[in-house]
């Protein structure tokens, strides 16, 4: 099972902010960066968030990523229906010596 | 552009092996660390196995001992050999570049373990 710790599941209508948390440890989001990915299903996931809080060149500005401590969080404000998708957080694991997923979360769009 | 191309799926018995290939195209692929990621149906994504420039490979624990990584830059190609395949194995198998997170995958090939 997976190290990090998130929500099953998250929602809001459209226009309104929701935020996902990511919860780990020392080994993993406490001491290393944090990754974002969003993935529809039967698609590759893509990448959201790197470096706990950097956007790749195409991912709209509504998507932030924010990290302190052993914890981290995925923030989506102006909600779209086109944001439902399954969203994971990532990081190496210094323990494990692997990277590790996070539970993932299903955010739907009311 | 970027593509990342899986072969080598399919149907095998608990027991058996089978090696995954994954095409790069559109990119130095011998300057990027590339992994395998996978998703058993209806579960999360989970990481299988990376291997870096100089060719240092890592394993999740659940596939270490059964799994091996190797790329070949000549051919801008990433293996994974598969064996004492379990039904625990059945998953989409993604293959994906270590850029910026991982940040650009194929399109995932299915491995089914069933008798």
């Known amino acids: 099972q997976s190290v990090l710790t998130q929500p099953p599941s998250a929602s809001g209508t459209p226009g309104q902010r929701v935020t996902i948390s990511c919860s780990g440890s020392?080994?993993?989001?406490?001491?290393?960066?944090v990754y974002w990915y969003q993935h529809l299903p039967g698609t590759a996931p893509k990448v959201l968030i790197y470096r706990n809080n950097q956007r790749p060149s195409g991912v709209p500005d509504r998507f932030s990523g924010s990290k302190s401590g052993n914890s981290a969080s995925l923030a989506i404000s102006g909600l779209r229906s086109e944001d439902e998708a399954d969203y994971y957080c990532?990081?190496?694991?210094?323990?494990?010596?692997?990277?590790?997923f996070g539970t993932g979360t299903e955010v739907t769009v009311l | 552009e970027v593509q990342l191309v899986e072969s080598g799926g399919g149907l095998v018995q608990p027991g058996g092996s089978l090696r995954l290939s994954c095409a790069a195209s559109g990119f130095t692929f011998s300057l990027f660390d590339m992994h395998w990621v996978r998703q058993p149906t209806g579960k999360g994504l989970e990481w299988v196995s990376g291997i870096g420039k100089a060719g240092e490979t890592y394993y999740a624990g659940s596939v270490k001992g059964r799994f091996t990584l190797s790329r070949e830059n000549a051919k801008s190609s990433l293996y994974l050999q598969m064996n004492s395949l379990e039904a625990g194995d059945t998953a989409i198998y993604y293959c994906?570049?270590?850029?910026?997170?991982?940040?650009?995958w194929g399109r995932g090939i299915l491995v089914t373990v069933s008798s």
């Open positions: 990532a990081a190496w694991d210094g323990s494990l010596s692997g990277h590790v």
């Open positions: 020392s080994s993993n989001i406490g001491s290393n960066s």
């Open positions: 994906a570049r270590g850029g910026q997170g991982f940040d650009a």
